[in-house]
């Protein structure tokens, strides 16, 4: 049970930012720390297989700009195309990380849409809850594979917006709406936010959290675009917890003329 008002939870563990961001596609390292400070995010996620964290030691540390003792590191499975390896690698990160058990899974399908591939993501999940690991785990927007994520014990999941890195936005927002209203576990978009707006959009829905990269790394200022989805992502939020007004066919008078003088 959360003690901080209207906290994200994730695996027992409590965060004020809804807003999670990676670490690719940044001109340098100065850069990732700067837009990652400016996001005010608690949680971020990086690629082990491309990421060094100590395994090479003449190369630049993302450690160093991402500290584990300010951060929360979510190591993923990106560039895993089968459950074999999605499994190896988070094993690999477990091992580099000092037995750090939170990982996002991430399965994926073919390399031109970067969709993920249901079967093996399913059977890399099963493999990995039962090994104890934390898993966040990246799928598509149906709502039932989400709920099968849900029931092997993922202690979060995050179906996509559209396909990684498009910047198409929130494509199917009825069925991220189901997925939402059906679950027991957080819900986050991960994949497809393209600006603020979007980030807004996918927080009214109800989602518990927005993870994202490219959106922030390929802007033309990522450092300010870091800052305005923080913005988003907590007046999305707010706009979701005060409840909407209702969509109207017609006009309604801001200061009605009934009970006036004259």
Do not use: W
């Not at 563990?13 to 990732?32: A, C, H, I």
């Not at 003449?58 to 390896?85: F, I, Q």
């Not at 988070?90 to 990380?97: D, F, P, S, V, Y």
């Not at 104890?132 to 996509?160: H, R, S």
């Amino acid at each position: 049970m959360s003690t901080t008002p209207d906290a994200l939870v994730i695996a027992g563990v409590e965060y004020t930012s809804r807003l999670l961001v990676g670490t690719g596609k940044y001109r340098d390292m100065q850069e990732t720390g700067e837009a990652i400070e400016a996001s005010g995010a608690e949680i971020v996620t990086f690629a082990v297989r491309r990421s060094n964290i100590g395994q090479n030691a003449d190369e630049p540390n993302l450690l160093d700009v991402v500290s584990p003792d300010k951060y929360t590191l979510l190591p993923n499975t990106a560039g895993c195309y089968n459950a074999k390896d999605a499994v190896r690698t988070c094993k690999l990160a477990r091992e580099l990380l000092d037995g750090h058990d939170l990982v996002k899974l991430e399965v994926l399908g073919d390399e031109k849409t970067l969709f993920p591939h249901l079967q093996e993501t399913y059977i890399a999940a099963e493999e990995l809850v039962k090994d104890g690991f934390k898993v966040m785990v990246y799928t598509n927007d149906d709502p039932i594979a989400a709920k099968t994520l849900e029931d092997m014990g993922c202690v979060a999941v995050m179906p996509l917006a559209a396909p990684i890195g498009s910047g198409l936005g929130i494509r199917n927002p009825y069925n991220i709406r189901s997925i939402v209203e059906n679950a027991n576990v957080p819900i986050l978009v991960d994949a497809g936010v393209g600006t603020a707006s979007d980030a807004a959009v996918a927080m009214e829905l109800g989602c518990d959290g927005i993870l994202m990269n490219t959106a922030i790394a390929d802007a033309q200022k990522p450092v300010l675009m870091a800052s305005a989805m923080k913005k988003a992502v907590q007046a999305g939020r707010e706009a979701f917890l005060a409840g909407r007004m209702p969509r109207r066919q017609y006009a309604s008078a801001s200061s009605p003329i009934d009970g006036t003088f004259f």
